[in-house]
């Protein structure tokens, strides 16, 4: 029983997914600044839409069919829409209530881009140029398109085709529970060319993968190594 449940806290530390702006924008959401509540006069985590530092690993949690709670891994935070009483919606890390501010559906699909919509008054998530992340009306807006990159341990990640299994594979393995690196990929095709391949039969979810060589999403390739950074 012990050793079961130390593979599971393993199992459960290294799956995730990170969140990024669509069509190759290296763009991520990740932890902004600090921002104290006019309301509450309570200083809260934002969440931000960055190029620099670290994408945040999240873990999803299915309440009820398209309802997720999307918990940062290694704390107890989750992702909360704050309504102020006047002013623009925010994006923060919340301790967990399981309200409707922190209940999110996915929506999309992956050529196009998924929107993130919030349960409470049916907002998306949408981005500015200094990385702000509120809620707002739901449109074709790009900037309310994301990609939804599953890391492979994660129990929603699909695995590559056959095809894509065959090529050779980059690095050499580590043990299992390393943290990762995450390494951006410059090339245009890369970014731009790579075509997702897509088996009939499964379900919508299965839909947020990106279906690249092992380890590899258009905006970094996922290695395992003893630390983690950008590069």
Same mark, same amino acid.
């Given at each position: 029983?012990?050793k079961?449940?130390?593979?599971?806290q393993?199992m459960?530390?290294?799956s995730?997914?990170s969140i990024?702006a669509?069509?190759?924008?290296k763009?991520?959401? *990740?932890?902004g600044?600090?921002?104290r509540?006019?309301d509450?006069?309570? =200083?809260?985590?934002?969440?931000?839409?960055? *190029?620099s530092?670290?994408? *945040?690993?999240?873990r999803?949690?299915?309440l009820?069919?398209?309802?997720k709670?999307?918990?940062e891994v290694?704390t107890?935070d989750?992702l909360?829409?704050?309504?102020p009483?006047?002013?623009?919606?925010k994006?923060i890390f919340?301790?967990r =209530?399981?309200g409707l501010?922190?209940k999110?559906?996915?929506?999309?699909n992956e050529?196009?881009?998924?929107?993130l919509?919030?349960?409470n008054?049916?907002l998306?998530?949408?981005?500015d140029?200094?990385?702000n992340?509120?809620? *707002?009306t739901c449109s074709?807006n790009?900037r309310q398109k994301?990609?939804?990159?599953?890391t492979p341990?994660?129990?929603?990640?699909k695995?590559?085709?056959?095809?894509?299994?065959?090529?050779?594979?980059?690095g050499?393995p580590?043990?299992?529970g390393?943290?990762q690196?995450?390494?951006?990929n410059e090339s245009?095709? =890369?970014n731009?060319?790579?075509?997702?391949k897509h088996?009939?039969?499964?379900s919508?979810?299965h839909?947020h993968?990106?279906?690249?060589s092992p380890?590899?999403?258009p905006y970094?390739t996922?290695?395992k190594?003893?630390?983690?950074?950008?590069v």
């Open positions: 029983m012990k079961a449940m130390m593979i599971f393993l459960e530390a290294i995730g997914l990024f669509k069509g190759g924008v763009k991520y959401i *990740t932890k600044g600090r921002w509540s006019p509450y006069g309570i =200083n809260y985590q934002l969440a931000a839409m960055s *190029t530092g670290t994408p *945040t690993e999240f999803s949690e299915e009820s069919p398209g309802i709670i999307l918990k290694g107890s989750v909360d829409l704050h309504h009483k006047s002013g623009q919606t994006l919340h301790s =209530n399981n501010t922190q999110f559906g996915i929506e999309g050529n196009d881009g998924y929107t919509k919030n349960k008054k049916d998306c998530l949408e981005y140029d200094d990385g992340i509120y809620g *707002t074709e790009s994301f990609d939804v990159v599953y341990e994660d129990p929603e990640y695995p590559p085709s056959e095809e894509a299994m065959d090529a050779p594979s980059i050499s580590s043990p299992q390393t943290p690196i995450f390494i951006f245009p095709e =890369n731009h060319g790579s075509k997702h088996r009939r039969g499964h919508h979810k839909h993968h990106h279906h690249h380890h590899e999403s970094f996922y290695q190594y003893s630390d983690q950074i950008i």
